[in-house]
């Protein structure tokens, strides 16, 4: 069975510029999570989707959002780029986004941002 | 609340075991452990979960002290491919659809 994919693999944007990062999460998966990992850092958590809603958000600004599709695909964008957002996106998707559900978690998006 | 992890690095021979080690300030309802090689994305490891079930690697093993607010992992008769960086995820509410929130992760070397 295919993992979680993520589109693109790697990205360069320059500062203001907005990006889009996609995710599909495995077969059979209703819940995708995104994080964020800065090099050398643990990731830290920015969306959670289940059955197209938010179910839940970390300490991130408003220049970030998601979305989940029909198909449990899910998107993420930010705008304004910074910098500081320069970072591994990684997707991760559960059967239900229980505490008690396994994540597994996509090759993830190298974002750089000059 | 992030989770504390120690130590920070560590340095094995093949055949050598060691221990990870994960606390939170907070009361722990799962833990989650992964392991993390250079690029690569974070691979499922094992979840501890509050009460004692415990899902995943069957080489390796891990445990889940509640009182402690604590989780060891335990990597014995080290491998090469152990190398790594190790990071534990924990949930702390114990209810519905919860994210994680992980420590700073371990980086174990094995060397040959």
């Known amino acids: 069975d295919a993992g979680v994919t993520q589109s693109p693999t790697h990205l360069i944007k320059t500062r203001g510029q907005h990006v889009t990062l996609r995710c599909s999460p495995i077969s059979g998966h209703k819940s995708v999570s995104w994080y964020q990992q800065v090099l050398g850092q643990g990731p830290q958590f920015i969306f959670q989707?289940?059955?197209?809603?938010?179910?839940g958000r970390g300490n991130f600004p408003d220049r970030f959002s998601a979305r989940q599709f029909p198909n449990y695909s899910s998107e993420l964008n930010v705008n304004a780029l910074l910098l500081g957002d320069s970072a591994l996106y990684l997707c991760?998707?559960?059967?239900?986004?229980?505490?008690?559900?396994?994540?597994?978690f996509g090759p993830g998006t190298r974002l750089t941002v000059l | 609340q992030q989770p504390v992890q120690s130590p920070q690095a560590v340095i094995l021979r093949e055949g050598e075991d060691a221990v990870i080690n994960c606390s939170s300030s907070?009361?722990?309802?799962?833990v989650h452990w992964y392991r993390q090689k250079h690029g690569e994305a974070p691979v499922f490891l094992m979840i501890?979960?509050?009460?004692?079930e415990q899902k995943g690697h069957d080489k390796i093993s891990a445990s889940f002290n509640e009182k402690k607010q604590q989780s060891s992992l335990y990597l014995t008769a080290s491998q090469l491919s152990y190398s790594g960086t190790y990071f534990c995820?924990?949930?702390?509410?114990?209810?519905?659809?919860?994210?994680?929130?992980f420590g700073s992760g371990t980086r174990l070397q094995v060397q040959p």
């Open positions: 995820g924990t949930e702390n509410e114990g209810t519905g659809r919860r994210a994680l929130t």
């Open positions: 989707y289940y059955e197209k809603e938010e179910r």
């Open positions: 907070k009361a722990l309802y799962s």
């Open positions: 501890l979960l509050k009460g004692g």
């Open positions: 991760a998707s559960s059967l239900e986004g229980y505490y008690t559900d396994t994540q597994y």
